[in-house]
């Protein structure tokens, strides 16, 4: 009797320790099913802010590149407008420089005689008096 109630008593306890165990896994598998939740969730938020992150880059590389093109703009105009300055006061230097050789000509054309020189003298004496 006493060997039926040992065997009944550890009977007992392995049925207590399976019924343990089986309750220890069960609470570690809402221990892993937690833990992966928590790292799903961790995944997600890191996903989001390197997404958030790549965004602002991108906004920040677009933004940089617009200011380099409106400065390369700018230098552009100002070279073209130097330029044309630069084009216009040789424009201006040749069309003095024509008009002085043309007026030597005329000069020189009128005054090719005495008479036409006595001619532009008198008519100078006019304007004096």
Not at 11 to 33: F, G, P, V
Not at 79 to 107: D, F, G, H, P, Y
Request: charged fraction near 40%.
């Amino acid at each position: 009797m006493n060997a039926l109630k040992a065997r009944e008593g550890s009977i007992e306890d392995a049925l207590n320790a399976a019924e343990q165990a089986r309750e220890d896994m069960e609470k570690l598998s809402a221990d892993n099913e937690k833990l992966l939740e928590e790292a799903r969730s961790e995944r997600d938020k890191i996903i989001k802010d390197a997404s958030s992150m790549a965004t602002i880059i991108r906004e920040e590389a677009k933004d940089d590149a617009s200011k380099i093109a409106d400065k390369m703009v700018e230098d552009a105009k100002h070279t073209i407008n130097l330029e044309k300055q630069a084009a216009i006061n040789e424009i201006r230097n040749q069309v003095a420089e024509l008009s002085l050789q043309i007026s030597e000509k005329i000069l020189r054309k009128n005054l090719s005689n005495d008479r036409n020189q006595k001619a532009l003298i008198e008519e100078y004496m006019k304007d004096i008096n």
